[in-house]
Nanobody, 118 residues
Framework: QVQAVESGGGLVQPGGSLRLSCVAS????????MGWYRRAPGKLRELVAA???????NINDSVKDRFTISRDNVRNTVYLEMNTLKPEDTAVYYC????????????WGQGTQVTVSS
């Protein structure tokens, strides 16, 4: 079972930026799509952004124009560039692999905490 390790979170002021990384223990080059998810306190986990094997991205409307997802198949790593952060972006961020039937392929990792606060 491939596992992912997320990193790059932290405490940032509103308007700030962070870059999250998700490193997989196995190859992601053949994975249908990779996704970043987040779970805010008291809320369900939601998809933030996804990128398929061809590089096509799907970004949640709530973060469109602020967040960018990318993948490096050589390094088995997926990135989430987050700009103009808002307090409502505060959450634990996770990554996962998405199969062609849109089911998730991996167990959830520990995630990385992002806190946006002044």
């Amino acid at each position: 079972q491939v596992q992912a390790v997320e990193s790059g979170g932290g405490l940032v002021q509103p308007g700030g930026s962070l870059r999250l990384s998700c490193v997989a223990s196995g190859s992601i080059s053949e994975v249908y799509a990779m996704g970043w998810y987040r779970r805010a306190p008291g809320k369900l986990r939601e998809l933030v952004a996804a990128i398929n094997s061809g590089g096509v991205t799907n970004i949640n409307d709530s973060v469109k124009d602020r967040f960018t997802i990318s993948r490096d198949n050589v390094r088995n790593t997926v990135y989430l560039e987050m700009n103009t952060l808002k307090p409502e972006d505060t959450a634990v961020y996770y990554c996962n692999a998405i199969d062609s039937d849109l089911t998730l392929m991996w167990n959830w990792g520990q995630g990385t905490q992002v806190t946006v606060s002044s």
